[in-house]
DNA sequence: CAAGAAGCTTGACGTTGGTCAAAGCGGGGT
DNA sequence: ACCCCGCTTTGACCAACGTCAAGCTTCTTG
């Protein structure tokens, strides 16, 4: 092992370069002796395979993950098994800030595709941020953008109708997938017709009913998970005027 | 002025003391030293009657606000004028935690009745909580708790029919009251019909018809604002089935 | 105090999206 | 390579909720 040297501090930069543009999950502005003491925290990334639980609701909440590669969806279910996806979580995002408030995960967090997650234990972190300053500040404010985050999906569940819902869904993709590198207007989409449905408030036959009108008209086209974004401008369109009016876009 | 040295410190004490049984929306777990540097970082309460803005979304963020008493809105507004409502706030709660992200409110917080708030600037919270760790360690629980109240109404939004909102929201409503020491089962709302309408993500006269139902059942009175739970059971049982399984009671 | 505005209730009707059903397709596992 | 199961698509029908409208009550403001 000539690598062994070679600190996941390290592994989590190469990953991190891979998404210029956007701020990191973690490492922002730390110096040299900054960025050591972090490594020291993040433990080692684990390896998870399609269907596998990162945590589950209910368990206890020791640990924040930082998603390195791969995909995954965080739902909640409630006592009569109706499923609520909270979320679609791609590489550099950060789970399970919602176990911070009770010291118990409020959902389940699993993986789509296989994936590569970093465990940062909340304790050490929150001892780490007390010396780094930039390192609790950008702390707060990735939880205030999971904050910002929900409350757009609670205007879109509130207002949207079906075919917003979906344009809104898909440019949502498009956009994240472009920050970190990867084509725009061509993808693979890792959930179900379902899971989509479960995450917008609607029931799988409407999602599938709805893609089929947006390529009838010529908007996209779509093979199974395989979606190209055709007129991406027509989607823009049918969203402009329910999207937020103070976007600092 | 005699009364000058009467802090405000001592004053939101008095207040909080109101809200015993419930986590307090600061002073917790602070020695006097603690309290004292705490204190002066809290600006004097400032008084905003029915209708006034706490602050508007799109403008820049510096603080947060505890709410002392009185009752508030947050919502956000779409391009074309659709409102939705985000959220609604009674005394002891933290307002503006979604501003950190950008540095720039995301919501208009309303009052609906005259109020009165505490300041907190953000920087100085923010260097403060380094010096005592609980005070960090509950500005996390809080945002984080944010987050957890965010989810579970995305899961109504997604899940939930007309009467199971209601019933969602009374129940919720009344808990809220009851723990601010206030009758559970008697209280005056706030907010119009059509602002729990927007919350709930229903138009004003499905809230109404709903509200008129569940009188005819025997479970609630309705007089215009004034509503008294006769049978919260009744609700209960409307909502059992459909709220988050791993419920720690 | 009067008058207008805003908020609430209720009814009739329409539309969206949910429900149920059937059939096609595709991929993973043996 | 084959088979089976799960995912997807599509259609027909239906219910819940939204829309429109009218009338009423309660606050607000001059």
Redesign the interface.
Known sequence: MPEQNNSNLHAMKVTCSNCTLRELCLPIGLNREELSQLDAVIRQSRRFRRGDYLFR??EPFKSLFAIRTGFFKTC?????G?E?V?GFHMSGELLG??????N?H??DAIALEDSEVCELPFSRM?CL??EI?SL??H??????????R??????L???MKAEERLAAFLLNVSQRLATRGFAANDFILRMSREEIG????LKLETVSRTLSKFQQQGWITVDHKHIQLVQPEALKALI???????Q?A
């Open positions: 609701s209910g909640m279910s409630s006592q009569d109706r609520q909270t800030m919602d176990g911070i408030s009770a118990v409020g959902c929150q941020s007390r300053p609790q500040h702390f707060y404010r990735l939880m205030s953008r999971e904050i910002v929900d409350q757009s999906i609670m205007l569940l509130g207002n479960s995450f917008l408030g402009s005027g329910c999207t937020h009016a103070h600092h």
